[in-house]
T-cell receptor, first 116, second 109 residues
């Protein structure tokens, strides 16, 4: 069974431009999460999809970040325009159920974003 | 605020035993995860505790005390491949995963 995949693995862009990250969850997983780890800091929650709906987007830093999950399959995270402080590793995770059972979240390899 | 504390770095010898502690203060508690992360890779699941006590899984064990807001990950018979960061994460009352900064474990021959 394929795990969570993310694309691209690395992205280097200039400040002010747009970048789109993609995440393909494990097939059949309704829950999809985005996280970010800025250099030297802990992993921070960004948002949680249940199928195509945003269950919780309280971790999104500002309106330059837009996440979508059309059709409840893969998800994209767009940063527009990108700023220097957006640099970090963006992880995607998926799980079968997101309720109190604490279902395990399986992580993708991450996308390392560098904004210059 | 929500806070998860774990040591920044630990060093141990191959074949030995090491215990990595994690203390937490979160708004609600719905379980605690331990993840392992090798440099440049995604975190991988190690264990999940929601009830007090010890969960054993091969060379790895995880302990939880909810009254003390405390957990530890115990690694036995250390191998060089165990060199990695170990992340403690708590599910809060909103079912968000709150992460610690991770403990970098260095294994020496």
């Amino acid at each position: 069974e394929a795990g969570v995949t993310q694309f691209p693995s690395h992205s280097v862009i200039e400040k002010g431009l747009t970048v789109t990250l993609r995440c393909d969850p494990i097939s059949g997983h309704d829950n999809l999460y985005w996280y970010r780890r800025v250099m030297g800091k802990e992993i921070k929650f960004l948002l949680h999809f249940v199928k195509e709906s945003k269950q919780d987007e309280s971790g999104m830093p500002n309106n330059r970040f837009l996440a979508e999950r059309t059709g409840g399959t893969y998800s994209t995270l767009k940063v527009q325009p990108a700023e220097l402080e957006d640099s970090g590793v963006y992880f995607c995770a998926s799980s079968q159920s997101g309720g109190p059972s604490g279902d395990t979240q399986y992580f993708g390899p991450g996308t390392r974003l560098t904004v210059l | 605020g929500q806070n998860i504390d774990q040591p920044t770095e630990m060093t141990a010898t191959e074949g030995a035993i090491v215990q990595i502690n994690c203390t937490y203060q979160t708004s609600g508690f719905n379980g605690l995860f331990w993840y392992q992360q090798h440099a440049g890779e995604a975190p991988t699941f190690l264990s999940y505790n929601v009830l007090d006590g010890l969960e054993e899984k091969g060379r790895f064990s995880s302990f939880l005390s909810r009254s003390k807001g405390y957990s530890y990950l115990l690694l036995k018979e250390l191998q060089m491949k165990d060199s990695a960061s170990y992340l403690c994460a708590v599910i809060d009352s909103n079912y968000q995963l709150i992460w610690g900064a991770g403990t970098k474990l260095i294994i020496k021959p």
